[in-house]
Nanobody, 124 residues
Framework: QVQLVESGGGLVQAGGSLRLSCAAS??????MGWFRQAPGKERGFVGA????????TSADSVKGRFTISRDKAMNTVFLQMNSLKPEDTAVYYC???????????????????WGQGTQVTVSS
């Protein structure tokens, strides 16, 4: 059974940092992504990483501030978030895509499995 379990969310002041983790179990994936959803808004793409190569892509809104990485031995993906802003406040979800050999994607519908989400709140 596939499980994605996020952790690491919390409350932080603007300018601070947080690191989210997403532990995957049940199978391996071609790529994994991070998304976020603020109240009243649609779920939006944050970034993605190809499992085998570690190649990443990210949304323009987080470039230079957020970094995605993975630990193969731990089967875990990380989202390091620096210089946080109040507009980064959202529930953050990790997702996994099982189709192999395709380009990294920012589309919600292209991901097959989702975690339960973790709340990140940035105060001003």
């Amino acid at each position: 059974q596939v499980q994605l379990v996020e952790s690491g969310g919390g409350l932080v002041q603007a300018g601070g940092s947080l690191r989210l983790s997403c532990a995957a179990s049940g199978r391996t994936f071609d790529s994994m992504g991070w998304f976020r959803q603020a109240p009243g808004k649609e779920r939006g793409f944050v970034g993605a990483i190809r499992w085998n190569t570690g190649y990443t892509t990210s949304a323009d809104s987080v470039k230079g501030r957020f970094t995605i990485s993975r630990d193969k031995a731990m089967n875990t993906v990380f989202l390091q978030m620096n210089s946080l802003k109040p507009e980064d406040t959202a529930v953050y979800y990790c997702a996994a895509r099982s189709r192999w050999g395709t380009a990294l994607t920012s589309a919600v519908d292209d991901y097959d499995y989702w975690g339960q989400g973790t709340q990140v709140t940035v105060s001003s």
